[in-house]
């Protein structure tokens, strides 16, 4: 289907568009929709309308046409956005007033030339070829045939600091290129970003982690001072080295982590139950996989703080702990939600635990509860993250063999989590009514205490009546006693 049969075949644009062509003002479809269309984009729902005067008015009369839910954005600019739900879609429909006396100055004053395209609807009905009648004064068709990203005027980005970043995930989701002048423009005024409210910035940043190559524009990002405008931290994580087992500095490693977990992702691509557990939404539309890359990057984001020189070795004893707080600055200054913040946490903070299972040799039934316990839905994240961390550390003395174990302890590791999954949970032997009335105690922190080791115990079963847990919970109160 050509691009022009697309916007023909849509049925509520079909309405909106005869509308449209009786009315005086001049009305355009622009921007990212046009952009998707002649991109090959078959299933459109956002679409942008470009109007000569009174674009509230229009939307309104439209909006009662279509019966659609109306909502004002702007008085003072004159936009006003349209949502209507029609069979199993939902669309939405923006209109607002020309910023500038005519359609090729409104367009000059968007942010990438792609996006910078119009199409009178009256015209499109003459036509069978869509570029005939497009309007594209700036040579977006041609940047959407090189696979560019550029700029109108540098002036642009004063309006709108966050297009700094949205270079960078418009080129993810569109596996295109940033221009090299847009690129130094970029870099020239990233200190802009200062000015923009997170949650914006943080919606572009997952635009760019959902895409299957997000290392590649986050290099970028960072190699051009972008990066580090977002998350602060990770400047003093630059250049600090590291000891013989690694080839990179922290920072250079926890890249090169982000990488090596996008190959491994590739390679697992297959496994339908590790897909859906990928996939599955933590908040908004953002998706679990997602949340592990953030957290690949972040893994190691406390070790400068860590950084000690004991008898000629460098130690980072503690940094899992330190990552942890700050993760969590960055998770609230990003605005994420609580189980957001929770999961990026846990894989911060236990990311070394896969690596000292591996080591042993032999993983004990009470070594692999306790795992899960303490990583609970988080798990496996923790897993894949663990592996990607080991493949990123290749110095002299890392060993292929040691890397070979734990990939296949993490394999292991990763079916027993899903297989655990499907089992229905054991019921509790032993309850804090059963304290209470058996052993006569009173609600207080040991219930948590007792509780949880007979849990533990029942798991690995060394424990499997009630009688067992009792004493169990008869031993663990006199050794309290003892040491209070």
């Excluded at 040799?361 to 993250?385: Q, W």
């Excluded at 424990?463 to 031993?475: D, N, P």
Aim: aromatic fraction near 8%; hydrophobic fraction near 40%; include cysteine.
């Amino acid at each position: 289907m050509s691009p022009i049969q697309i916007l023909k075949e849509i049925p509520l644009l079909k309405k909106i568009f005869s509308f449209i062509k009786k009315k005086d003002s001049k009305v355009f479809l622009v921007g990212g929709a046009l952009r998707d269309i002649l991109l090959g984009e078959k299933i459109i729902t956002d679409f942008d309308f470009a109007v000569s005067g009174g674009a509230i008015k229009l939307a309104k009369t439209i909006s009662s046409k279509i019966k659609g839910s109306l909502v004002i954005l702007d008085r003072k600019f004159g936009c006003a956005r349209i949502v209507k739900k029609e069979k199993e879609k939902t669309y939405t429909l923006d209109f607002t007033d020309f910023k500038g006396k005519d359609i090729e100055e409104d367009l000059y004053r968007r942010d990438f030339t792609i996006n910078c395209l119009a199409v009178n609807p009256a015209q499109l009905r003459k036509e069978r070829d869509l570029s005939l009648v497009l309007v594209d004064p700036y040579g977006g068709l041609k940047d959407l045939r090189n696979r560019m990203i550029r700029m109108v005027d540098k002036e642009n980005f004063f309006q709108d600091p966050l297009r700094l970043v949205r270079a960078f995930s418009l080129a993810a989701q569109l596996k295109f290129k940033i221009e090299e002048r847009t690129l130094r423009e970029i870099k020239i005024q990233r200190n802009r970003l200062e000015t923009v409210a997170f949650e914006r910035i943080r919606d572009e940043l997952f635009k760019i982690l959902s895409v299957d190559n997000s290392f590649v524009f986050l290099k970028d990002m960072d190699r051009i001072g972008i990066l580090e405008r977002i998350i602060p931290e990770i400047k003093i994580m630059k250049g600090v080295e590291q000891g013989p087992y690694h080839h990179l500095d922290v920072w250079s490693h926890s890249l090169e982590t982000l990488n090596q977990l996008e190959i491994l992702l590739k390679e697992l691509k297959r496994d339908r139950t590790l897909k859906e557990y990928l996939s599955e939404i933590i908040a908004s539309d953002r998706r679990r996989y997602e949340m592990i890359k953030l957290g690949a990057i972040l893994h190691d984001i406390g070790k400068p703080h860590a950084l000690k020189r004991k008898e000629g070795k460098t130690i980072f004893h503690g940094h899992e702990r330190i990552g942890r707080i700050l993760t969590e600055n960055i998770c609230r200054r990003l605005k994420l939600s609580v189980k957001e913040e929770d999961a990026i946490k846990k894989i911060v903070y236990w990311h070394l635990r896969p690596g000292y299972l591996a080591d042993n040799r032999l993983i004990t039934p009470r070594a692999r509860f306790r795992y899960f316990r303490d990583t609970v839905s988080e798990g496996v994240s923790i897993l894949l993250v663990s592996v990607a961390d080991q493949r990123a550390t290749r110095g002299p003395k890392a060993k292929e063999k040691e890397r070979k174990k734990h990939e296949e302890v993490v394999s292991v590791l990763i079916k027993e989590f899903f297989k655990k999954k499907k089992e229905k949970k054991l019921p509790r032997i032993l309850t804090g009514d059963d304290l209470i009335k058996i052993l006569k105690l009173t609600p207080s922190p040991l219930f948590g205490k007792i509780l949880g080791k007979v849990e533990e115990l029942q798991a690995i079963g060394e424990v499997k009546t009630k009688k067992e847990a009792l004493e169990v919970a008869k031993k663990i109160l006199k050794k309290e006693i003892r040491c209070s």
